[in-house]
């Protein structure tokens, strides 16, 4: 079992920033994808960003692009998403999770966090 904590959430101003952070421990030998999905209220939980656990192959969903990086430290195994320029609709909560293989469908995700909240104001 893959243990990802998350923490960075917090709420901002339309046009702040956050950074959030996911510490990864435990059976980590078969992850091979490290991610970040949000929900929303009324919404269906949506990818965000991905990167392989070697810290590349960074993947975003197209809403985020420009605005959000993804990255990994690998001496810390901790995987970071900074949020700039966030909006209202970024609002959701933040979830860390992992998985064997890629994918933009949370079900491959078989390890999660407890989640994040990110409310950006208008």
Do not use: H
């Not at 998403?81 to 995700?109: G, H, I, W």
Request: glycine share 10%; aromatic share 12%; net charge positive.
């Amino acid at each position: 079992q893959v243990r990802l904590v998350e923490s960075g959430g917090g709420l901002v101003q339309t046009g702040e920033s956050l950074r959030l952070s996911c510490a990864a421990s435990g059976r980590t030998f078969r992850t091979i994808v490290l991610a970040w999905f949000r929900l929303a209220p009324g919404k269906d939980r949506e990818f965000v960003a991905s990167i392989r656990w070697s810290g590349g192959d960074a993947r975003y969903r197209d809403s985020v692009k420009g605005r959000f990086t993804i990255s990994k430290d690998n001496a810390t195994n901790a995987i970071y998403l900074q949020m700039n320029d966030l909006k209202p609709e970024d609002t959701a909560s933040y979830y860390c999770a992992s998985s064997p293989v890629f994918s933009f469908n949370y079900r491959a995700y078989a390890s999660w966090g407890q989640g994040t909240q990110v409310t950006v104001s208008s």
